[in-house]
Nanobody, 122 residues
């Protein structure tokens, strides 16, 4: 079982920045994909960004391209999501996710964190 613990959420005004962190109990440079998802009230969960550990190949949703950056620190078993120029529509619960099989570009992840809340006010 892989445990994921998110941190870094909070409240910020539009145009501001936040950095989310995810600590994983297991991390590998082989076939390890880490992702960030979000879910706003009344909406379906959506993929935000993903990174193929080791290779560092990244994937982003169109809605966050150019504003969000996913990165990793394998030695610390950490994944980060730097969020800049935040908008009210970015308000959601953000979840860290991990998988060790399958393509990193698909949204099926096996392990999930508990989430961290992000609120962006206008």
């Amino acid at each position: 079982q892989v445990q994921l613990v998110e941190s870094g959420g909070g409240s910020v005004q539009a145009g501001g920045s936040l950095r989310l962190s995810c600590l994983a109990s297991q991390y590998s440079n082989v076939n390890n994909c880490m992702g960030w998802f979000r879910q706003a009230p009344g909406k379906e969960r959506e993929g935000v960004a993903a990174i193929l550990a080791g290779a560092g190949i990244t994937y982003y949703a169109d809605s966050v391209k150019g504003r969000f950056t996913i990165s990793q620190d394998g030695a610390k078993k950490m994944v980060y999501l730097q969020m800049n120029n935040l908008k009210p529509e970015d308000t959601a619960m953000y979840y860290c996710a991990a998988k060790f099989t399958g393509s990193c570009s698909t949204l099926t992840f096996r392990y999930w964190g508990q989430g961290t809340q992000v609120i962006v006010s206008s």
